[in-house]
């Protein structure tokens, strides 16, 4: 039972478990004044609500099943709307910060990061 249990010691922070940001909620940012608060839920999709918008200022919560996420290693990627924008990233070591890339489908880009929202 001992070996049991050293085994299960040694092995389970090797299966990942302490690399899944699933649950967690991010305050993210782009270069042209555009903020959001997201929420990576479980299952690899995403909730997020606009804060500001550089034309219409609109604010609105948003989810479905076409906005998702994943990560692999430290990279991430975000997919809003089945790829109509998609913010392509690295996070850091601590798993709280976020940066990198966006690109749209009418050809706008530019860069982002996000800050893991503590509670």
């Given at each position: ?33 555009v903020k959001k608060i997201i929420i990576l839920e479980l299952d690899h999709t995403f909730t997020y609500l606009n804060v500001k918008i550089d034309q ?64």
């Amino acid at each position: 039972m001992q070996k049991i249990l050293f085994f299960l010691l040694l092995a389970i922070p090797l299966l990942g478990f302490g690399q899944n940001i699933g649950g967690t909620g991010w305050k993210l940012s782009q270069n042209d004044g555009v903020k959001k608060i997201i929420i990576l839920e479980l299952d690899h999709t995403f909730t997020y609500l606009n804060v500001k918008i550089d034309q219409w200022n609109e604010r609105f919560l948003y989810s479905d099943a076409t906005e998702t996420w994943r990560l692999e290693g430290d990279n991430i990627i975000i997919s809003f709307s089945d790829g109509f924008k998609v913010h392509s990233g690295k996070i850091n070591r601590d798993k709280d910060y976020i940066w990198g890339t966006w690109v749209n489908e009418k050809d706008d880009s530019g860069t982002w990061s996000a800050e893991l929202i503590k509670f």
